[in-house]
């Protein structure tokens, strides 16, 4: 299994700003992926995080408004860019295990903007 | 369109008793079906995941099936504790394992 750690857990922010949030896993990873859950719902992806080359994207995602990086095989960032009370969330970072079978999630990032 | 329901959307029982949670898929081509727990303020953790060709699988107390035919899962929980109160998420996945496609939940409330 992947031991996946998030930062920051939480974070209250203004409206307007912006907030990185790091993804580490402890082993080296192909496929990495963020995901979006508001309040009382289920997960929605965002987009799959590429080493070495531009994120892909879902639907109604776009990269101005979530930018990501994907420096190696370990490590991966999310940005909430101009954020707004409706990007109020948890972030959460997944990765897929080398069989492509299972699939782990860290612990989340709680956003709230105000 | 790929879709995921699972019924009820929330479930109050009391400690020591079972339960059964629902989940109907229509998701093509079907690769698996994944039962997730998630704490309050966690992320969900993996409870049992099971191809076409698996009916049931279990995870201690917690028990699996899959009607593949009828696009139907089951989770049943034995003899429930009050660490069992959390979301339980259906998911199904139509290919190796990146396309995932996520029920609403159920969220399940354990009381003493």
């Known amino acids: 299994s992947a031991v996946i750690s998030q930062k920051p857990s939480r974070d209250i922010c203004q409206r307007g700003t912006s907030l990185t949030i790091q993804c580490q896993v402890d082993?080296?990873?192909?496929?990495m992926f963020w995901y979006r859950q508001q309040p009382g719902q289920s997960l929605t992806l965002i987009a799959t995080?590429?080493?070495?080359?531009?994120?892909?994207?879902e639907s109604g995602f776009v990269i101005d408004k979530f930018p990501i990086s994907r420096p190696n095989l370990t490590f991966s960032t999310l940005t909430v860019s101009n954020m707004s009370p409706e990007d109020s969330s948890i972030y959460l970072c997944?990765?897929?295990?080398?069989?492509?079978?299972?699939?782990?999630f860290g612990p989340g990032t709680r956003l709230t903007v105000t | 369109k790929n879709q995921v329901e699972q019924s009820p959307q929330s479930l109050i029982i009391l400690e020591g008793k079972n339960c059964t949670l629902q989940c109907n898929y229509t998701v093509s081509p079907f690769s698996n079906l994944r039962w997730y727990k998630q704490d309050t303020g966690r992320g969900p953790v993996s409870l049992t995941i099971m191809t076409f060709s698996e009916n049931t699988k279990s995870n201690g107390r917690y028990t699996a099936t899959l009607d593949a035919d009828t696009k139907q899962s089951s989770l049943h929980i034995t003899a429930s504790q009050l660490s069992d109160s959390a979301s339980y998420i259906c998911v199904a996945s139509n290919n190796a394992g990146n396309m995932l496609t996520f029920g609403g939940g159920t969220r399940l409330m354990v009381k003493p």
């Open positions: 997944s990765v897929e295990d080398k069989g492509g079978y299972e699939q782990y």
């Open positions: 082993s080296q990873v192909t496929m």
């Open positions: 995080a590429n080493q070495g080359s531009e994120a892909t994207y």
